[in-house]
């Protein structure tokens, strides 16, 4: 089955910094990738998302990468503010039309200092 | 509109006893899906369900079940509940099962406690 890996598995900014959290994943078939925001007691939060036809995506201060044939997809928080604290999770999925469960990676909690 | 409801918030069980967990989806969301997120984990796929047929299952034991009711609300029951059944239990919902419905919109969960 798909494993998902994101790594360094914390990461400390200062505020207005960039950030960068990577994501590799093994199934080659997999073509849907999210990424969730989780603050502390709070339900994970979907804030960007890429399919695999697309190279890359933005949203304002936030985009997300693709790798297909690394098999590893990024995500790039631009002029970061100390509510971007938080734990982020990185999924894949390929969605068979049947079901389209996510696989998530363990997560990576992204500190950003005043 | 409502987002995704969940009940309860929190519960206390025993080993050995059994759990209810009940979920109910964006109005118009046709799939529900359950999640198992243990502390400082990610969250862990246990079923997926559409139109009140199960369409995916995670690598859980047979303790775990659920279904899904003709109004797409959920209930997910765990049997014979263990120690390291402790954890956030999340239900997410989908609009369908075609190109949109890896769109999943999370509810706040059900934080389980066992001792």
């Known amino acids: 089955g798909e494993n998902v890996e994101q790594h360094p598995s914390t990461l400390s900014v200062q505020e207005g910094d960039s950030a960068v959290i990577k994501c590799t994943y093994s199934d080659s078939a997999s073509n849907y990738f999210p990424w969730y925001k989780q603050e502390l007691g709070k339900r994970p939060q979907l804030i960007i998302d890429?399919?695999?036809?697309?190279g890359e995506k933005k949203d304002q201060r936030i985009a997300v990468t693709l790798n297909k044939t690394a098999k590893h997809f990024s995500l790039h928080i631009t002029e970061t503010q100390p509510e971007d604290s938080a734990v982020y999770f990185c999924a894949a999925s390929y969605n068979t039309g049947a079901n389209s469960k996510l696989t998530f990676g363990k997560g990576i909690t992204l500190s950003v200092r005043p | 509109d409502a987002g995704v409801t969940q009940s309860p918030t929190h519960l206390i069980k025993t080993r050995g006893q059994q759990v209810t967990l009940r979920c109910s989806p964006i109005?118009?969301?046709?799939?529900v899906s359950w999640y198992q997120q243990v502390l400082g984990q990610g969250p862990q796929f246990i079923f997926q369900?559409?139109?009140?047929?199960?369409?995916g299952r995670g690598n859980f034991p047979d303790r775990f079940s659920a279904r899904q009711f003709p109004n797409y609300s959920s209930e997910l029951n765990v049997n014979a509940l263990l120690l390291g059944d402790s954890a956030l239990y999340l239900c997410?919902?989908?609009?369908?099962?075609?190109?949109?419905?890896?769109?999943?919109?999370f509810g706040a969960g059900s934080r389980l406690t066992v001792l």
């Open positions: 997410a919902s989908s609009l369908t099962l075609g190109a949109g419905a890896n769109v999943l919109t």
């Open positions: 890429i399919r695999s036809n697309v």
């Open positions: 369900y559409y139109e009140k047929e199960e369409r």
């Open positions: 109005s118009g969301h046709k799939s």
